[in-house]
Nanobody, 124 residues
Framework: QVQLVESGGGLVQAGNSLRLSCAAS????????MGWFRQAPGKEREFVAA????????DYADSVKDRFTVSRDNAKNTVYLQMNSLKPEDTAVYYC?????????????????WGQGTQVTVSS
């Protein structure tokens, strides 16, 4: 059974940083694309970032490009999201997900397993 467990969320002031982690188990981690999505209250879940199984390819939403960095450590079965220069509009529940196709990594339906989410709140 595949499990994804996020951690690292919290309350921070605007301009500060947080690093989210997502620990995976139950499948060959390096074979799968990992994505980060977020959902704010009253809004749809939106794509944030994705990384290929090898870690050589990444993709970012325009809203986070140049502020967020996705990375992975396949030896530790963990994917990270480093979030710098946080803004109040980054406030959301952040989810990691595991899927197969990097070419459609921006789409939630590309992923077959999801974590439970971690809350990120950015105060102004």
């Amino acid at each position: 059974q595949v499990q994804l467990v996020e951690s690292g969320g919290g309350l921070v002031q605007a301009g500060n940083s947080l690093r989210l982690s997502c620990a995976a188990s139950g499948r060959t981690f390096s074979s799968y694309v990992m994505g980060w999505f977020r959902q704010a209250p009253g809004k749809e879940r939106e794509f944030v970032a994705a990384i290929s199984g090898s870690g050589l390819s990444t993709d970012y939403a325009d809203s986070v490009k140049d502020r967020f960095t996705v990375s992975r450590d396949n030896a530790k079965n963990t994917v990270y999201l480093q979030m710098n220069s946080l803004k109040p509009e980054d406030t959301a529940v952040y989810y990691c997900a595991s899927g197969r196709d990097f070419w459609r990594a921006r789409r939630p339906d590309a992923y077959d397993y999801w974590g439970q989410g971690t809350q990120v709140t950015v105060s102004s």
